[in-house]
């Protein structure tokens, strides 16, 4: 099923699962508009995938842990849903753009628990809050959670106490945007074979074979499981889903 002339807005665009997800709705035909944290050339690179699927793209800069940034974005994004697309809103946002911290909670420093909940949590809370008049009335927002708040594994205690954060808050929008038809849901992956938090998934190979061992389908995820399936959580297939943490790990600790 398509989606035709709708528009959603991706954080964390450029790379990793943003970028699949992006190119994921690309497919289903959904324009995108993405931001990314610095590498222009990788967001470039992203937005000429998009548009070989015949959609449009955009791309803007942002750090999602800066808040007071967003209101200039928003003028920014409305300006170019009026110029490009000739609408004053878009359809879908994913709150997806985020850096990983491992580190034991006994060496977790205030710096690196406070870079987490600008980037995880507030940041996440308060560009929702800006884009609330951006967003279509009947659209949908995901929020990218993590397998790790359901499995614990050492070293990702401050990390995984954002992401538990950000479920809740998700059920809490789901309830006070339902007047407006908006519904929220939350998608918690397990591991993944990125270059998030340097690769270690893809990269090293004992925590590869880990993964795996601990994994009921027997392999760590790819992106290509993780962006369909959020472009297939947006589609109106599944407009009844709705406040649900939905995890996406092929079976991973159960």
Do not use: C
């Amino acid at each position: 099923m398509t989606n035709g002339g709708k528009i959603a807005l991706v954080t964390g665009a450029s790379r990793g699962l943003g970028r699949n997800m992006a190119i994921a709705l690309a497919r289903k035909g959904v324009d995108v508009i993405g931001t990314y944290h610095s590498n222009k050339t990788e967001a470039e690179a992203t937005a000429t995938a998009i548009a070989a699927f015949g959609r449009k793209a955009t791309m803007f800069p942002l750090d999602t842990g800066d808040v007071a940034r967003f209101s200039a974005f928003a003028a920014d994004l409305k300006q170019a849903l009026a110029v490009q697309w000739g609408r004053a809103n878009f359809d879908y946002l994913v709150n997806n753009a985020g850096i990983g911290v491992h580190k034991p909670f006994a060496e977790t420093s205030e710096a690196d628990f406070d870079r987490l909940v600008n980037i995880h949590l507030k940041g996440v809370f308060f560009l929702t809050q800006t884009l609330l008049p951006l967003i279509a009335d009947g659209g949908r927002i995901v929020n990218v959670s993590s397998g790790l708040t359901r499995f614990a594994l050492p070293g990702y205690a401050a990390y995984a106490a954002m992401k538990g954060a950000i479920e809740v808050l998700t059920r809490y929008l789901a309830k006070e945007l339902g007047p407006r038809g908006i519904a929220v849901n939350t998608i918690a992956p397990g591991a993944i074979e990125t270059d998030f938090g340097g690769g270690t998934v893809r990269d090293n190979r004992e925590v590869n074979a880990f993964i795996a061992s601990v994994t009921a389908l027997g392999r760590p995820g790819l992106p290509d499981d993780i962006g369909p399936a959020v472009a297939s959580l947006l589609t109106e297939d599944n407009r009844w889903i709705n406040a649900q943490r939905i995890e996406i790990s092929g079976g991973m600790l159960i």
